[in-house]
């Protein structure tokens, strides 16, 4: 990789890891001191809504900002504009509809939350195109800045309202909060002053693109947030509360390993969409370290998740356990996954994407539906089935796209994932001593994890060890001579 896209990869590492720490210390706080699951499951069975807003944000045309090679003025008033009276339409559609989904979950307490929450929709459709600008000139520090004041503001107003004990609202208004003062600062900040104009030939230049993707991107949020919609149906709060808890701190490496992915490598593919051979090495190189990265870190938190989740939150979150546990085998596919759906985006593939996406999620979901009737596990493990699934079929499309050999794709990361998977069983069988603190089990079982995973790979040669350690190890050697010469 040049040392753009690395320092791009660092910057936008630094920013999504701060901020999904900021994230993880916000829930942590809130989880184990002030609030029950039933309040998160509360917010997780209409947090869907949260997700359609970042949808409207970073989706649609405004991915057609960051792809196309050339836009103007026009291009982006009419982007907003579109955004913006979109955006109007969805508040209005979730306002009326409230009281019908708080009958639908049989809880009348969703009615207030959801009319508020969906305020996100609104404010996020002021921050489409400034998002879209500083993505597409890879301006990560910029984005770094307003990521994490704004994660600031916002967290600071929830754990406020925790503490004066106003349950579920310390999360609404903390989400709020976020959204709030990022679109001021994305205004201060953006050299491009929105305007209220619609111009009939950008749109239909930008839909062309946009339109499907939007969808595509529609259909996999929904898809992604199929859980809370089909446990907060089937089952209590405090189930949707558990499972809550559980993707959160899942979420912590797998939400920053994804939206790396989307920040760094849709702009890198796209401006190699022109040259095949190009495309094909900086994938393959993307792929490997992606797929060795996720596979070692979610295979760390696999090995250490019981004593984890007692230490963070106490024995009363103990049934997010097992929750957590089939997560971070789900998520082995999912951080691969986005890499492959990326590329598809990038070389202007719309319509495959939204064919691919549509299709593998509508078929998952009903299969996610179906295990719903049998129990929680069956749930779960129908959430891995389907992530495997969608992972291989990805591959075959970025097969034909590269003219790659499908085997090269797939197999080096399937032996990856289950070299991580049993090496986290080991420490799951060996280490489970109720006679010795959490943090001893936890220290000892990343210890045996890590002997294991590396010690496999680097007799195995992985493809992804190979291309980190060695990256790694040039960077050491650059750092010892730089400072010699000092």
Not at 208 to 213: N, R
Not at 279 to 304: E, P, T, Y
Not at 342 to 349: D, N, P, Q, W
Request: positive net charge.
């Amino acid at each position: 990789m040049t040392q753009s896209t690395t320092e791009s990869f660092i910057l936008a590492g630094a920013g999504k890891f701060l901020g999904i720490f900021l994230t993880f210390a916000f829930n942590w706080l809130l989880a184990r001191y002030f609030l029950t699951p039933y309040d998160f499951g509360l917010l997780g069975m209409v947090y869907v809504l949260v997700s359609l807003a970042n949808t409207t944000m970073i989706g649609g045309l405004g991915q057609a900002v960051i792809q196309r090679e050339a836009v103007s003025k026009a291009d982006l008033d009419t982007v907003f504009t579109f955004n913006f009276a979109l955006s109007l339409a969805m508040y209005a559609l979730m306002y009326f509809l409230a009281p019908s989904i708080a009958k639908f979950y049989n809880n009348s307490e969703l009615i207030p939350i959801v009319r508020v929450l969906s305020l996100l929709i609104i404010i996020n459709a002021f921050v489409v195109v400034q998002n879209a600008l500083i993505i597409r000139h890879m301006k990560y520090k910029k984005l770094l800045m307003i990521t994490l004041i704004s994660q600031f503001f916002g967290y600071a107003i929830g754990v406020v309202m925790a503490v004066e004990r106003l349950g579920v609202w310390s999360l609404v208004c903390a989400n709020l909060g976020i959204i709030f003062s990022s679109a001021i600062l994305y205004r201060v900040t953006s050299d491009y002053i929105p305007a209220i104009s619609f111009s009939k030939q950008s749109f239909q230049k930008m839909f062309s693109y946009g339109g499907l993707l939007y969808l595509s991107t529609l259909t996999k949020t929904i898809y992604d947030n199929a859980l809370y919609l089909i446990l907060g149906k089937r089952y209590s709060p405090m189930t949707v509360g558990y499972y809550t808890q559980a993707e959160k701190l899942q979420g912590v490496p797998n939400s920053s390993i994804t939206e790396i992915i989307y920040l760094v490598t849709l702009p890198l593919f796209s401006k190699s969409q022109s040259d095949q051979n190009e495309l094909r090495q900086k994938f393959i190189k993307n792929q490997d370290a992606v797929s060795f990265v996720s596979c070692f870190i979610l295979g760390l938190l696999l090995s250490v998740s019981e004593p984890l989740i007692i230490l963070l939150y106490t024995n009363k979150w103990m049934k997010s356990v097992p929750i957590f546990q089939w997560l971070c085998i789900a998520g082995l596919f999912l951080a691969i996954c986005n890499t492959h759906l990326e590329l598809i985006k990038s070389v202007g593939r719309a319509m495959t994407h939204f064919k691919l996406t549509l299709g593998l999620k509508l078929t998952s979901l009903v299969v996610l539906i179906f295990c719903s009737l049998i129990s929680l596990r069956a749930v779960l493990i129908g959430f891995v089935l389907s992530n495997l699934a969608i992972f291989l079929i990805a591959a075959s499309i970025t097969r034909r796209l590269l003219d790659v050999d499908y085997d090269l794709l797939v197999f080096p990361h399937l032996l990856t994932s289950f070299i991580s998977v049993a090496s986290a069983i080991i420490p799951l069988m060996v280490i489970n001593n109720s006679s010795i603190s959490n943090i001893t089990m936890i220290i000892l079982s990343a210890i045996l994890f890590c002997a294991t995973f590396i010690a496999i790979c680097h007799f195995s040669k992985n493809r992804g060890y190979l291309l980190v350690t060695n990256a790694l190890r040039n960077k050491l050697k650059h750092f010892h001579f730089t400072h010699i010469e000092s």
